[in-house]
T-cell receptor, first 116, second 108 residues
């Protein structure tokens, strides 16, 4: 089973709203990732959690706040977003370690975010 | 700066033909390579991983790796309209580095 789930599938929010994206995996993976993908571009890494600790923050603006409550769950809290933050937000997980040379990342279905 | 390069396409392939996708990478330290398929509006789906020089086959897909030339390729045999998608090449060994993707269009 290589399933990563994400909710919601679609989200529309205003610039003053606070919302959260959720990601869950039950594969026993210990590394989880948030990516942002704009149209016709590859996924762009935002955050990496390894063993429930934040290991990589790719200089993401503070209006994005990640949280890893346990090894199966990953949240992305959104506040005061801008229209240019509209994108497909992807969660991924991998088995062992975010920087392991052969670790395979499996992606969830994504959340399509629109900021008005 | 680690880079992964792919031709953006579109690569037009007649149904039943072989689609050949190419990818080069700049970091000689990369040890793992992945091909993801992404349909429009959907998330990337892993179709192949390869770690050693040579060929790896899985159904209609064959990945080829040449570390000396820093080159990875993907062959899709007997291409079907359902293979029409963007194919992302990625290099591991640290953070995953993605290429820009190659759009493949299989024409009936």
């Amino acid at each position: 089973d290589t399933e990563v789930t994400q909710t919601p599938k679609h989200l529309v929010m205003g610039m003053t709203n606070k919302k959260s994206l959720k990601c869950e995996q039950h594969m026993g993976h210990r590394a989880m990732y948030w990516y942002k993908q704009k149209a016709k571009k590859p996924p762009e890494l935002m955050f990496v959690y390894s063993y429930e600790k934040l290991s990589i923050n790719e200089s993401v603006p503070s209006r994005f706040s990640p949280e890893c409550p346990n090894s199966s769950l990953l949240n992305l809290h959104l506040h005061a977003l801008q229209p240019e933050d509209s994108a497909l937000y992807l969660c991924a997980s991998s088995q062992v370690d975010a920087l392991a040379s052969t670790d395979t990342q499996y992606f969830g279905p994504g959340t399509r975010l629109t900021v008005l | 700066q680690k880079e992964v390069e792919q031709n953006s396409g579109p690569l037009s392939v007649p149904e039943g033909a072989i689609a050949s996708l190419n990818c080069t990478y700049s970091d000689r330290g990369s040890q793992s390579f992945f091909w993801y398929r992404q349909y429009s509006g959907k998330s990337p789906e892993l179709i192949m991983s390869i770690y050693s020089n040579g060929d790896k086959e899985d159904g209609r897909f064959t990945a080829q790796l040449n570390k000396a030339s820093q080159y990875v390729s993907l062959l899709i045999r007997d291409s079907q309209p359902s293979d029409s998608a963007t194919y992302l090449c990625a290099a591991g060994g640290g953070k995953l580095q993605f290429g820009a993707g190659t759009q493949v269009v299989v024409t009936p």
